[in-house]
């Protein structure tokens, strides 16, 4: 499907789940958000987007009356977007020239799903944990926190400093690197609290806009979360790609992968996903690791940036999961690390996380603390308590902690299961195509390799709720429903079939010139 | 304010400019940022071991006994939805049901811009974050516009536009020598300013002066904002605390609204509900239909979720259990009436304690000023020896945070503002 197609439609249904996918090579630009808002101000993969040099034509004539100036803005507003421009002057609002968004990718599959009124509906689009009977679940560490917090009339409701709980940040640190690590006792690391992952990430992004004396470049993994894409590019950071998933093999495109990170400049940031790589659930091994890890610090001088949004969901261990990124610090060099406590302890809507940045040298720290807090300060002053407050009881609490482990790998286990239930159910189908990446992956998401004409076919036919991507979030399955997911795959395998063999070349323009080259060959023959 | 500004920006102007090493450390180069004028009062205060200190800095309410107040109405809600399943992730808009009541209580229950549903209204992260929602908004769909901030304003105003890249010029506001409203100041301002700005304005207990126009000069501003076709950008963090009055602290938006103002409105609920560190507050847009109400807020979702995804769960459901349960509704009105008649009698007993000290200077606009803050018309150089010799700490611009003083320090305050004024 061509991508001017994918454009049209997204802009007359604004809850349509046509989104270009996120697949590598799809140029994030061409979705379908370029008609949504003038060309200034427009996030383009690859282009510095921020418009740092604000220029400002001395003010429109003001002897023209008021309705002629309105019209003349809206107008050039109009010129540089696609967006169609009311002109009619009646209208009181300094926004009516405004188009309507597309749909988040992700958070609009909740939106569809919300809608569809089939009791057979399955959303496995966000991922967000369910349990067995499909319910969201609250960890009884935090219910348990949460009365105690709430039952303590000493606590008030004040405002936390800008950069968080202090308690907060000092665990979040020690969980992350382990509380023995060098870095902590040297006092090089400076944590503060975030808005999730989300808003950690935000705030480094600014932060290395702003400051960093390196390449203000940051390469991120081919595909990665969707929202990394918008992160940094608003930040005002350059955003490229590295290879990474490889569709082959479903698994890591290694080779691709340490080829482009030497081809990168010195002094450029690589944006690392600690382990769980979200979509695709493939992570490096540790000798890949290590392999990695001297590129990025011995070959080259490259800057690590972990997203670690997965501690502990992926394999079941703190530790485990937290081994890259602790290889990376402990060889004494500079890095940072967005957390996130909204899955692996279940606080999503809170907005709990932490962002820490280590330096060389204590006196550094306490500068760059100082500058995260200018960049935290215009945006929303200070973080919310709630959230916070209850990961510093539980993480400070040593039962507490003991029970938030056992709930962890409770949650960590029943994701391996479904993916046995799933690979099982796939094999008793004899579903065509290899299916081991089901196992082989790790973390919330599975990457099937499903296309988006199977995923919308599964949608349409078989109310399975899922991103375009082919990603499904293994939480949202449960033994009841894995058979029904497991018809939906077999049905799209086999009725699309001929699409899979396209799927595999990654991109539209690979796919037509396919296309072009079975014309050909029709000839030839 | 201005000293950080440069601050920051000779630190900008370091960075990027030297390529550092791994070796050396990225990030040798980056200069101190400048304390928070406003938090870093908190930070000192703190550090001070003096038993008569006074914290008179950062707007927290203070009970009598100077200690932080968690509200009543607040507890029962927070014990209501204590142990809920309600952690998911919100909307990227927020809690919808939040985003109605919250403008409902700014506009008006029967407001008919609510009422044919053209308000556009997203969660945000307290006043702050509604303000820098409406900064990026106002970047992204009006880029050639700038923005209007009175003199003086709360400190992070400036720095909320500057990050969004907005350019901003000022307007009159404060008359020094009445420590009043410049008026007729305010009105050229607006009036010379390019047709289609973004006039920012304080719904009511402008901070820092407490200085407020009367409904009269309301609505002349609003006809001369009329007739420039100005945006008019309301920042309502006192909606009760001011007067007591939900309604009469609204009245400016209620003037402008009747007048046909399209206006948008950052609503905070740190104060009037003591939910500081919750960070809730609301960014509403008033927009020509449902529409264009619809589209805005897709938008102004774009903006949220490259900067935090969604907004925290907790704030929003303690505000909308109070604002949607009668009871509780009514307890919160009178727990919001009562911080603001402390406030407004300790107003009254600081005027007359500097009176009864001796002093030879006017002090009535303590007493016409309204809400948290008084500007006190005090020189940095008197403050710090404030500081220094009686360990008062507030911001150097003058500005006292009423609700720190007390009917037990009132008396000591106002004997060292005498000592440092006469």
Request: net charge positive; hydrophobic share 35%; aromatic share 8%.
């Amino acid at each position: 499907m061509s991508i001017s197609t994918v454009a049209l439609s997204t802009k007359l249904s604004g809850a349509s789940l046509l989104e270009t996918s996120l697949l590598p090579k799809q140029n994030f630009s061409r979705s379908s958000r370029v008609a949504s808002f003038p060309a200034a101000s427009r996030p383009n993969v690859g282009v510095q987007v921020r418009n740092n040099g604000v220029s400002f034509t001395p003010a429109q004539s003001d002897s023209s009356p008021g309705k002629l100036h309105r019209r003349t803005r809206m107008s050039a507003v109009a010129k540089e977007s696609d967006a169609s421009v009311s002109t009619t002057t009646d209208s009181g609002s300094s926004f009516a020239h405004v188009q309507q968004a597309p749909e988040d990718p992700i958070l609009g599959i909740t939106v569809a799903y919300n809608k569809d009124p089939s009791p057979a509906k399955v959303n496995l689009g966000v991922g967000a944990y369910r349990t067995e009977e499909g319910k969201p679940l609250v960890l009884n560490v935090v219910r348990k926190a949460e009365q105690q917090i709430v039952a303590d009339k000493s606590r008030n409701k004040e405002y936390l400093g800008i950069t968080g709980i202090p308690s907060f940040n000092k665990l979040s640190a020690q969980l992350i690197l382990g509380s023995d690590s060098p870095a902590i006792a040297e006092k090089r690391v400076v944590t503060v609290q975030g808005l999730s992952g989300t808003g950690s990430l935000r705030v480094g992004g600014e932060f290395l806009a702003r400051h960093y004396g390196g390449q203000k470049i940051i390469y991120v993994p081919s595909p990665t979360w969707g929202n990394h894409l918008k992160i940094f590019p608003l930040s005002g950071v350059e955003t490229r790609t590295y290879r990474y998933f490889d569709p082959k093999t479903k698994g890591l495109d290694y080779e691709g992968m340490i080829e482009d990170l030497r081809n990168a400049p010195n002094g450029a940031v690589v944006l690392l996903h600690a382990c769980a790589h979200n979509p695709t659930g493939v992570d490096p091994s540790q000798e890949q690791w290590e392999g990695i890890r001297r590129v990025i610090r011995e070959e080259k001088q490259l800057l690590p940036f972990f997203d670690s949004a997965y501690q502990g969901f992926a394999s079941g261990s703190l530790d485990t999961d937290a081994w890259a990124v602790r290889q990376f610090v402990n060889d004494g060099g500079e890095a940072f690390i967005a957390q996130s406590y909204a899955k692996n302890m279940g606080l999503y809507g809170e907005r709990v996380g932490a962002l820490s940045v280590i330096v060389k040298g204590a006196e550094v720290a306490t500068r760059v603390e100082s500058q995260l807090k200018l960049v935290i300060r215009p945006m929303y002053s200070n973080p919310p308590t709630h959230g916070a407050a209850i990961v510093s009881v539980i993480l400070s609490d040593k039962d507490l902690f003991e029970e938030w482990k056992v709930e962890l790998k409770d949650m960590a286990d029943r994701i391996i299961s479904m993916r046995h239930q799933l690979f099982d159910a796939l094999k008793e189908r004899k579903t065509p195509g290899n299916w081991e990446h089901i196992l082989n992956q790790i973390g919330m998401f599975t990457f099937t390799g499903l296309n988006k004409q199977q995923v919308e076919y599964m949608t349409r036919e078989h109310h399975i709720y899922m991103t375009l991507d082919g990603r499904i979030s293994m939480a949202g399955l449960s033994s009841r429903t894995v058979p029904q997911l497991a018809d939906a795959i077999h049905s799209a395998v086999v009725n699309f079939s001929s699409y899979m063999l396209k799927w595999f070349a990654r991109s539209s323009k690979i796919e037509s010139k396919l296309a072009n080259t079975e014309n050909e060959s029709h000839y030839q023959r | 304010m201005a000293m950080a500004r440069k601050s920051a920006a000779s630190a900008l102007a370091g960075a990027g400019k030297r390529m550092m090493s791994a070796k050396s450390g990225w990030w040798t180069h980056v200069e101190p940022a400048p304390r928070d004028p406003i938090l870093g009062v908190t930070e000192n205060f703190l550090k001070d071991s003096h038993p008569s200190k006074m914290n008179v800095g950062v707007g927290a309410y203070r009970n009598n006994e100077g200690k932080p107040v968690v509200l009543e109405c607040v507890r029962k809600a927070e014990a209501k939805i204590a142990g809920s399943d309600l952690m998911e992730y919100l909307p990227m808009g927020g809690n919808v049901k939040f985003n109605d009541l919250s403008v409902q209580l700014a506009y008006g229950e029967n407001a008919e811009c609510l009422e044919s549903k053209r308000v556009a209204s997203i969660q945000a992260l307290s006043g702050t974050g509604a303000c820098r929602l409406l900064a990026e908004f106002q970047k992204r769909f009006q880029p050639d516009s700038q923005i209007l901030i009175p003199v003086p304003t709360w400190a992070n105003h400036h720095n909320i536009w500057k990050d969004a890249h907005v350019k901003a010029q000022t307007y009159r506001y404060y008359d020094p020598k009445t420590k009043g409203l410049d008026f007729s100041g305010l009105v050229e301002d607006i009036k010379n300013a390019p047709s289609g700005s973004f006039v920012l304005l304080h719904a009511c207990a402008h901070n820092p002066t407490g200085v407020d126009p009367t409904a009269e000069q309301w609505r002349e501003i609003s006809a001369v904002m009329k007739k420039k076709e100005h945006f008019a950008f309301f920042d309502m963090a006192y909606q009760g605390f001011a007067s007591g009055d939900c309604e009469k602290d609204a009245q400016a938006i209620r003037i402008f609204m009747e007048d046909g103002h399209q206006i948008g409105c950052a609503q905070s609920f740190a104060k009037n509900m003591g939910l500081y560190g919750q960070r809730i507050g609301c960014l509403s847009i008033i927009t020509d239909d449902q529409t264009q109400a619809a589209t805005v807020k897709t938008q102004l979702q774009l903006i949220c979720r490259p900067m935090y995804s969604n907004p925290p769960v907790h704030g929003a459901l303690i505000v909308q259990t109070i604002l949607s349960n009668p009871e509780l509704k009514q307890l919160w009105l009178q727990e919001v009436k009562g911080m603001a008649d402390r406030i407004i009698s300790m107003r009254h007993a600081l005027r007359e304690n500097l009176e009864k000290a001796g002093s030879q200077l006017s002090w009535q606009h303590i007493t016409n000023q309204i809400g948290m803050f008084c500007y006190s018309g005090m020189t940095p150089e008197q403050v710090d020896r404030l500081t220094n010799e009686y360990h008062v700490y507030m911001t150097r611009n003058g500005r006292i945070s009423m609700a720190g003083v007390t009917t037990k320090n009132v008396e000591y305050l106002a004997n060292a503002i005498h000592e440092v004024t006469k």
